[in-house]
């Protein structure tokens, strides 16, 4: 079973920049399905971006052009780069990984969970 940890939140004004981090303590699952997802309080958890086997990355419409998914695969980790921050990426953002090389950004695909890492824009 794979272990996750999230590092690199915190607070900062729009227009502000964030790099969140995902430990994998097993390299199988960085290089294959991992993905962000982010929940504010009251709302449903959402899917931010995913990246698969290839490198190929899914966003959801509201963060793209602004947030970058990628990995290091020396480091078994991944990493978020949040530009352009606004108040409505105010949430707690989870990493995740799933088996498999099918990588939907849909929640429930996913079977490994960080504890996440709080992101608030002001």
């Known amino acids: 079973q794979v272990q996750l940890v999230e590092s690199g939140g915190g607070s900062v004004q729009a227009g502000g920049t964030l790099r969140l981090s995902c430990a994998a303590s097993?390299?199988?699952?960085?290089?294959?399905?991992m993905g962000w997802f982010r929940q504010a309080p009251g709302k449903e958890r959402e899917g931010v971006a995913s990246?698969?086997?290839?490198?190929?990355?899914t966003y959801t419409y509201s963060v793209m052009g602004r947030f970058t998914i990628f990995r290091d695969n020396a480091k078994n980790t991944l990493y978020l780069q949040m530009d352009s921050l606004k108040p409505e990426d105010t949430a707690m953002y989870y990493c995740?990984?799933?088996?498999?090389?099918?990588?939907?950004?849909?929640?429930?695909?996913?079977?490994?969970w960080g504890q996440g890492t709080q992101v608030t824009v002001s």
């Open positions: 995740a990984a799933r088996r498999g090389s099918y990588c939907p950004l849909i929640r429930a695909e996913f079977s490994y």
């Open positions: 097993q390299y199988t699952y960085v290089r294959n399905c």
């Open positions: 990246i698969d086997k290839s490198g190929s990355p």
